[in-house]
């Protein structure tokens, strides 16, 4: 697929089919080729729908320590894989641009492709749980009546996000936007700079 062709709502699509499939997230919905914008796409989307899991699973109080410990190892390292995955959208992103020309006085966006892209697959999360309990017949009315609420507030943000990624991907064609890939470099994650892994402490 041609980096012109890509849009909001096809992003945003595929998160919702991928969140609708029973299959999902233990296995990947499609076969893209690896280093394909898609496949990072659907692969940023099934950590942050595992990593959804484990944060719920990691506020247990009726379980040992050892499995909350579990959890927050899980939880380290599906944070640290979405966060290369962001990346790695950013560089399939960037990859298919070589032969743009810059305008002169084009934008330098800070919210690159890739984390939009993230927090749409985050809220994509938000919005079908806050739905669940929304439908909820074992809490009070003011309950459902609030969640209500909530998910009519994320589905206008989410609005806003798609209109603000195909602004991005529309300028990034034309030349008028360009970013950068912003490095996380989680130092914490690193045996080597992390103080309690590296011996410094």
Same mark, same amino acid.
């Given at each position: 697929?041609?980096?012109?062709?890509?849009?909001?709502?096809?992003?945003?699509?595929?998160?919702?089919?991928?969140?609708?499939?029973?299959?999902?997230?233990?296995?990947?919905?499609?076969?893209?080729?690896?280093?394909?914008?898609?496949?990072?796409?659907?692969?940023?989307?099934?950590?942050?729908?595992?990593?959804?899991?484990?944060?719920?699973?990691?506020? +247990? !109080? /009726?379980? =040992?320590?050892?499995? &909350? #410990?579990?959890? *927050?190892?899980?939880?380290?390292?599906?944070?640290?894989?979405?966060?290369?995955?962001?990346?790695?959208?950013?560089?399939?992103?960037?990859?298919?641009?070589?032969?743009?020309?810059?305008?002169?006085?084009?934008?330098?966006?800070?919210?690159?492709?890739?984390?939009?892209?993230?927090?749409?697959?985050?809220?994509?999360?938000?919005?079908?749980?806050?739905?669940?309990?929304?439908? +909820? !017949? /074992?809490? =009070?009315?003011?309950? &459902? #009546?609030?969640? *209500?609420?909530?998910?009519?507030?994320?589905?206008?943000?989410?609005?806003?996000?798609?209109?603000?990624?195909?602004?991005?991907?529309?300028?990034?064609?034309?030349?008028?936007?360009?970013?950068?890939?912003?490095?996380?470099?989680?130092?914490?994650?690193?045996?080597?700079?992390?103080?309690?892994?590296?011996?410094?402490?």
């Amino acid at each position: 697929m041609c980096l012109k062709d890509l849009n909001a709502k096809l992003v945003s699509d595929f998160h919702i089919e991928c969140l609708a499939n029973d299959n999902w997230p233990d296995n990947d919905l499609e076969n893209f080729e690896i280093g394909n914008y898609w496949f990072w796409i659907q692969k940023n989307h099934k950590y942050n729908c595992s990593l959804w899991d484990e944060e719920d699973l990691a506020r +247990r !109080v /009726d379980v =040992s320590d050892s499995e &909350i #410990a579990a959890n *927050k190892r899980n939880i380290d390292g599906f944070n640290q894989k979405r966060n290369d995955a962001i990346e790695k959208i950013d560089e399939a992103i960037l990859k298919n641009l070589v032969d743009i020309k810059v305008a002169e006085s084009a934008w330098l966006n800070s919210e690159t492709c890739g984390s939009i892209i993230d927090r749409l697959s985050i809220i994509s999360l938000k919005i079908l749980h806050m739905g669940i309990q929304s439908e +909820r !017949v /074992d809490i =009070s009315e003011k309950l &459902i #009546a609030e969640a *209500k609420e909530k998910k009519e507030r994320l589905i206008v943000q989410k609005a806003d996000l798609m209109l603000s990624l195909d602004r991005i991907f529309k300028g990034l064609v034309e030349g008028q936007i360009y970013y950068r890939v912003y490095r996380q470099f989680k130092m914490y994650n690193d045996a080597n700079m992390n103080p309690y892994l590296s011996g410094l402490r």
